[in-house]
């Protein structure tokens, strides 16, 4: 269980276009998802918290109008990434809480997607 | 969240025991201690979390000192699926939010 899958795995586009990438959990609802982004040799960065049916929170640093995120069900949360530059070439990762096994085991872990690879041309 | 110490990057043979350290002397009574793991090219993974006892799964030990100034990951018999950068990461109980802030982690290699 506590699947989360991410689609496209990987896009190439050209500079200045938009991107999509999805963000699903299948198995299980998700109030609150997240997004990361991941530079090559370095660390995981939080970009947003995603919440089921209001705006995302984005931590500092972030242009929200740069990185759209939506939610709007849950099990379903999308980041796009408008005028995509080749600075935005990244590795882009989404993780899922599942609260309903929070509330009965108390064990508050994230569960992530596999990745989607952005190249920016 | 209190910030967490981690070595660089650490090697193991294949088959052999791994104990991974990490530091947090800031750390406050409501902070559980988490570890995630992470293959190459691939999202993050739960390995295990406590708060003040020794915890076991079918993944890993954690080891938790005393003062919880410290702790161990310890994974009993380290297999190539074991390389990863292994994150040690505090979360506060009362971090509604269930934000993850990632550190710089431990770069595993596991020789065969």
């Known amino acids: 269980g506590a699947v989360v899958s991410q689609h496209p795995s990987w896009v190439i586009c050209k500079s200045g276009t938009s991107v999509k990438i999805e963000c699903r959990s299948l198995d299980f609802q998700a109030t609150t998802m997240f997004w990361y982004r991941q530079f090559p040799k370095q660390s995981l960065m939080l970009m947003a918290t995603s919440n089921e049916g209001s705006k995302a929170t984005y931590e500092q640093g972030v242009e929200k109008d740069k990185f759209l995120i939506n939610h709007a069900s849950l099990t379903l949360s999308t980041l796009t990434v408008t005028s995509a530059h080749p600075e935005d070439s990244s590795f882009y990762i989404c993780?899922?809480?599942?609260?309903?096994?929070?509330?009965?085991?108390?064990?508050?872990?994230?569960?992530f997607g596999p990745g989607t690879r952005l190249t920016v041309l | 969240d209190a910030k967490t110490t981690q070595p660089n990057s650490m090697e193991s043979n294949e088959e052999e025991p791994v104990h991974l350290p990490c530091n947090h002397s800031?750390?406050?009574?409501?902070?559980?201690i988490h570890w995630y793991r992470q293959r190459p090219s691939q999202g993050p993974e739960y390995v295990i979390h406590g708060l003040t006892s020794n915890v076991n799964n079918r993944m890993a030990s954690l080891a938790i000192a005393e003062d919880r100034k410290s702790s161990t990951l310890i994974l009993h018999r380290a297999t190539l699926r074991d390389a990863a950068v292994y994150y040690c990461i505090l979360r506060d109980a009362s971090n509604q939010g269930g934000k993850l802030i990632f550190g710089q982690g431990t770069e595993l290699s596991v020789k065969p």
């Open positions: 993780s899922a809480r599942d609260l309903m096994r929070l509330a009965i085991s108390s064990t508050d872990t994230q569960y």
């Open positions: 800031t750390i406050s009574g409501t902070d559980y």
